[in-house]
């Protein structure tokens, strides 16, 4: 009797799911499969399409697979291109779980101190850069905003690089002024929106609501006639207030004119380390509350024709699509850096941010006084480059069928856990990032989610 060839499995890692399970390999090649498809895989029986996605030894595109891998591990990388300028710590607001409270323009970013950090990031060479604008509130020190943007166009100009500009703002300070000069030079504009009135305004402040529905919708307004303006971004930063108010929330983001939710889970840095009783919650309380979010995008979604989608759903979503990290990862020092008033450089804003709170462990240099290649070569850099592959330090990650989709920040390590590394086993933020992973990759074995999702991807940005 002639015996049928088996086709053995190649390399995966997978997460069983009701009625079924999620594979992936370390290309970020994915399959959704029944639990009879599961079995038939393990037991040599390939269900259709796993050859074409390099889950067959026999069949792999090792020409694809070395052009993902590649993508993955930064081949041909030449710097960050994300540049987090903190124009001030000062801030109008005082909000229940942020770290800004300071009230005295010492923390404003001088015009010298501008120009050195201009200085070291077109020093990088990096084609394509994208400086962001944050606090405190960047509009209280719109003069260096101001001095930055026109500066940081000539040099782009002059050495041939791609420029961006983006502003995230609680829009308290914002005037016609400022709003013309930001539309004139393209700037996108991100705020805070963590709900409806009652809700945003217990944890910012009365009447912060309102300012930011005000120029979201002047934003959306302008843009009817000014195509090349980016639609404006909003952040829900999640409290354990917002539990019980996931569709309102996602109700308040379309009427402000907003239908790219992002639902921010809350850190354990500034205001919200010390209060972390009142504000904040466990993984699977957020789980819960996100699939409630995306219960009524979908229904929103379905009913109206428009895309209405959490912007973390839709990276992953693209990412198991195609395999490629999305653009808007957050990988410390491999895609961004942060820079403080004075001119220190840190990898993430969060870093900044725990430094603010007077903890300066992840500094790593200043900017005037240290080169990027200066910078790179010091272990710190190494660590944190490292760290953007969490599979390769972390046995938990290698073994995980959502690794290649995910990385837990070493600042929240540090925070949550004393520990750069981090402990995945007992990290509360992988837990949470893997019920949330969960829940998307079983809406692709629904039929009505995957209607859904295909909107989404077809029209999200």
Known sequence: ????????????????????????????????????????????????????????????????????LGGRYLAGWRGPRVHIVTLTGRCGLRCAYCSASASSAASDMRPAAARRVLDFIFSIDAPRLTLEFQGGEPLLNFGVLELIVR????????????????????????????????????VTVCTSLDGPAGLHDANRGRGSHAAAVKWLRRINEYRRDHAEIE?????????????????????????????????GPLDPL???????????????????????????MAELTLATGRPVYEKGALNFLRETATGRRPRQRNLDL?????????????????????AAGGDDFFRLGTAGKDSFKDIVAGPLARALLLSCFQELTQPSCARCAFSPFCRVSPVYNYAAQGSFWGDMAASPRCALFKGVFRLLAAGRRDARRRRVYAKWLAEGV
């Not at 995966?12 to 079995?39: I, Q």
């Not at 500034?270 to 009524?296: C, H, K, N, Q, V």
């Not at 491999?334 to 725990?354: K, P, Q, V």
């Open 1 to 68: 009797m002639k015996r049928t060839a088996r086709a053995l499995p190649a390399d995966f890692n997978f997460e069983r799911l009701p009625g079924g399970a999620f594979l992936s390999g370390a290309a970020g090649n994915c399959a959704s499969l029944s639990a009879a498809g599961l079995k038939a895989f393990l037991s040599g029986r390939a269900a259709p399409g796993l050859a074409e996605n390099n889950f067959l030894r026999e069949r792999l595109n090792l020409a694809g697979l070395e052009e993902a």
């Open 151 to 186: 500066d940081a166009r000539r040099r782009a100009a002059r050495l041939g690089k791609e420029m961006h500009f983006s502003l995230v703002s609680n829009l308290a300070a914002m005037d016609e002024a400022k709003f013309r000069f930001l539309m004139a030079n393209r």
């Open 231 to 263: 639609a404006p971004n909003a952040i829900c930063t999640v409290t354990r207030a917002s539990l019980g108010l996931a569709a309102e929330i996602v109700d308040a983001f379309v009427a402000a004119g907003v239908d790219r939710v992002q639902l």
């Open 270 to 296: 500034g205001r919200a380390a010390g209060d972390w009783e009142r504000l904040g919650y466990s993984p699977d309380e957020f789980t819960a509350f996100y699939g409630r979010a995306l219960d009524r």
């Open 334 to 354: 491999a895609f961004r850096l942060a820079y403080n008033h004075d001119g220190a450089i840190y990898g993430s804003d969060e870093a900044r941010m725990l």
